[in-house]
């Protein structure tokens, strides 16, 4: 196996105080805003009941990731990383005390609840390329890979524990429920205040069409991190069968709401637990074939569950989804960050940030609108049949990926003077 189960003590993360506050801070600020909307949804629900405006909580935290991607990546190669993320957690922060405020003392609707999420929305589409940026200054590049899937079962964590927390929460109110969330921002906050990250003094640019659409550039001419990028959008775009649960929980399996909850779980617990033990793994061969192989797993138990029938068959093939995504998600997230000069690595991560927003809504609607075509079970299979026709194909455009051994190419040096060029 490419792979070692003991690492050095030398290797350890957590002799690395900058990212183990760094991970304290993502993990506090993810269950914050896990259990925020959780109770946003709730309180405009029973404010309107009507369900399109459940669709607009959506839609404005939708266009901002989208369209503020591209300056926010522009910005995270300009300036300090730390103090972009710093600022963003404080006006993220201010809104959710706000929300906390004015629903304690019953002064706010729904139009105040959607301009204080847009607003969220807005200082998150800022703070993630800087935060993305951050993870390859905080730990070595041989132990990226792990930090990642460290990052991975914090994020998986809050996806399974947040809401219920705050569904929990809830009970006493919509204003506790964002007490709790800005406390944890808050925490956020100051774990990023007092963390020490180095970074280059940045070359200042101005923002520019040229200089904004770097990022993109770079991408077209890096092969790899171009079929990495790809592959991912066109996986996602084609793997959305779980966009499908509540059909399948009902009409298939003829389960109840606790079938579904136990369906929408299972992807999250396998994601979660793969993140532990790639978190004590090191991937040290093969690790172009080992990303084809986990996104084929993908779209083989995409198959699986689409043409089951028991629960407990759907609740494996879901977990094992998960976890093939997983490890798909930590070498591709890994190989992009390692084969990305620091000075480019802000709009690398916007431009990736674009694709990974668009392909998860996009695959939502394109597995929905093949549902009312060929049903819920014809749009699964054929979701997990084209990822494994995107796997093959792919595998012949991008040789070079599918032979690549390590995640770390030298020299990072080179590619930096490349791209000082091409700016």
Not at 299 to 306: E, I, K, N, P
Request: with cysteine; net charge positive.
């Amino acid at each position: 196996m490419p792979i070692s189960s003991k690492p050095a003590p030398a290797d350890s993360l957590f002799q690395h105080r900058a990212y183990i506050a760094f991970w304290c801070a993502r993990t506090a600020s993810s269950f914050g805003f896990q259990m925020l909307s959780v109770a946003v949804g709730w309180q405009i629900y029973a404010m309107t009941g009507r369900a399109f405006d459940l669709g607009l909580i959506g839609l404005v935290q939708f266009f901002p990731s989208v369209l503020l991607a591209l300056p926010a990546g522009h910005i995270a190669d300009q300036f300090d990383r730390r103090r972009v993320v710093l600022i963003g957690q404080i006006v993220e922060w201010i809104a959710i005390v706000s929300l906390a405020t004015l629903t304690l003392l019953h002064a706010i609707d729904e139009v105040g609840i959607l301009a204080l999420i847009f607003t969220i929305s807005v200082a998150k589409a800022f703070e993630s390329p800087s935060m993305q940026s951050m993870v390859p200054a905080l730990v070595p590049p041989s132990l990226l890979p792990r930090a990642m899937a460290v990052n991975g079962s914090a994020m998986q964590a809050a996806m399974i524990m947040g809401p219920a927390l705050g569904g929990l929460l809830y009970v006493a109110g919509p204003g506790v429920v964002y007490a709790v969330s800005a406390v944890l921002y808050l925490i956020a906050a100051a774990m990023v205040a007092q963390l020490r990250y180095e970074q280059a003094p940045p070359r200042r640019e101005p923002a520019t069409v040229k200089t904004l659409f770097a990022g993109v550039h770079f991408i077209r001419e890096r092969k790899d991190i171009l079929g990495v990028i790809s592959l991912d959008l066109f996986a996602v775009l084609l793997g959305g069968a779980t966009a499908l649960l509540p059909i399948f929980a009902k009409d298939i399996l003829h389960t109840g709401p606790w079938g579904l909850g136990l369906l929408r779980a299972a992807p999250a617990v396998g994601a979660l637990l793969m993140s532990f033990w790639l978190a004590r793994h090191s991937m040290e061969r093969r690790v172009g074939k080992i990303m084809f192989a986990s996104v084929a797993g993908f779209g083989v138990a995409t198959l699986v569950f689409a043409l089951s029938k028991i629960l407990w068959l759907s609740l494996i093939a879901l977990f094992a989804l998960g976890a093939f995504d997983m490890v798909s998600m930590v070498i591709r997230g890994s190989l992009v960050q390692l084969d990305t000069p620091d000075a480019m690595r802000g709009r690398v991560s916007a431009v990736n940030s674009i694709f990974i927003n668009t392909s998860n809504q996009l695959g939502e609607f394109e597995s929905g609108m093949l549902a009312a075509w060929l049903g819920a079970v014809g749009s699964a299979v054929v979701g997990g049949i084209g990822t494994l026709v995107v796997v093959g194909l792919w595998m012949l455009m991008f040789p070079g990926l599918r032979r690549r051994q390590r995640l770390h190419l030298e020299p990072v040096a080179e590619e930096k003077d490349a791209s000082a060029q091409t700016l």
